[in-house]
């Protein structure tokens, strides 16, 4: 969306009109979910996309014709045997899309404030009127753009947001998919969570892809040159080479940061997480054996690392799949910081107790 943005914001600027549209709801099997965008030129020509398909031709061939008017609209279509797809499957869903025409630097002060908000990366909400007949005022096409703190900090139809915008309205931080409600669509722009990789080889290296491709900002963390690289780690946004007692006491965390700690060794393993245990990162993870976790713990706890900071960690790392290569280490690793990011838990099935909880003090034995 930010590219989609950017080239929105370039084509403003050479004068050159253009249609901005967005997958707004879905019903059924579609070829794309809600919040998909593609921009439609005068020539026909187009940036990003809405699924393909004859659909996609057909959001095209009605955009060409709003070129000469300055109303937006909304778009139904009902995916039966008349749209049928590039591979001849039919989705037999619904789709609504809006199509808006920009022609002027004032039609793009909405988008303006869209761009801003993502390239802060705290996440956004973007609220679309679709059915102003369930609604209290406001008209259909009416949107509105809603900061993380619930703010609206933008709007392009009527100013006044209808109240049951409120209502609906889902805190970003719990990062809500998008949805509809009360005939208001919501379409969410989710905060990028950073993933901190401390140990770079072949697990560390197939966990920071892995999680590039679901939508994790990686750090690379290692003492070794050879392993930290951009060969090695071509996505990550950071590469942090020197000694983990040097890098992690530096280590910016904040609460979005994750952190997981698969280094070569039990001990650096250990120094690692005597850094980062009492640090304000949302999520952090060990690989290992049971065993070698508990001598972890016992040792931290007896150099003065809090009983309550350890039993956040999440450690053995990774859900139980029976995992036996790499990749499927890496797969198990990833399953679980997907599923702590989105629900902010780990599901019932796959919750368990800290290991911490194993260890008794000197003064629990005595």
Request: charged share 25%; glycine share 8%; with cysteine.
């Amino acid at each position: 969306m930010r590219e989609l943005l950017r080239e929105l914001e370039q084509a403003v600027q050479q004068q050159k009109p253009v249609c901005y549209t967005c997958l707004v709801e879905t019903r059924g099997s579609t070829p794309q979910k809600p919040g998909a965008a593609m921009l439609i030129f005068p020539d026909g020509s187009q940036a990003g996309t809405l699924g393909g398909g004859c659909v996609e031709a057909e959001v095209k061939r009605r955009a060409l014709r709003l070129f000469e008017s300055d109303i937006s609209e909304i778009m139904t279509f009902q995916l039966d045997s008349d749209y049928g797809w590039d591979d001849g499957l039919i989705c037999g869903g619904r789709m609504k899309v809006l199509v808006d025409p920009i022609k002027s630097e004032a039609d793009f002060e909405y988008y303006k404030s869209m761009q801003q908000l993502l390239e802060s990366d705290q996440g956004c909400t973007e609220a679309v009127v679709i059915n102003p007949e369930t609604i209290d005022g406001g008209s259909e096409t009416d949107r509105y753009l809603i900061d993380a703190n619930s703010k609206v900090v933008a709007w392009r139809g009527q100013q006044e947001p209808p109240s049951q915008l409120w209502d609906g309205l889902k805190p970003i931080k719990n990062r809500p998919r998008p949805y509809v409600n009360a005939g208001i669509a919501y379409l969410t722009f989710l905060q990028t969570c950073q993933l901190v990789v401390v140990g770079c080889g072949h697990i560390g290296q197939k966990v920071a892809g892995l999680a590039s491709d679901v939508g994790f900002e990686i750090i690379a963390v290692d003492d070794r040159q050879e392993y930290c690289n951009t060969e090695r780690f071509p996505d990550a946004k950071q590469l942090i080479v020197g000694s983990f007692d040097a890098v992690l006491s530096d280590l910016t965390v904040n609460k979005d940061t994750f952190i997981i700690i698969v280094t070569r060794g039990h001990n650096h393993d250990e120094e690692a997480l005597g850094h980062l245990a009492q640090s304000e990162a949302r999520y952090i993870g060990m690989i290992g054996s049971k065993r070698k976790v508990k001598l972890i713990f016992e040792d931290l706890l007896r150099t003065g690392t809090p009983r309550e900071a350890l039993a956040k960690v999440h450690a053995p790392l990774g859900f139980d799949i029976g995992s036996q290569t790499v990749p499927e280490i890496a797969l198990s690793i990833v399953a679980e910081l997907v599923a702590y990011r989105n629900l902010d838990t780990l599901p019932a099935g796959y919750q368990r107790t800290s290991l911490v909880e194993e260890i008794k003090t000197p003064h629990q034995t005595s």
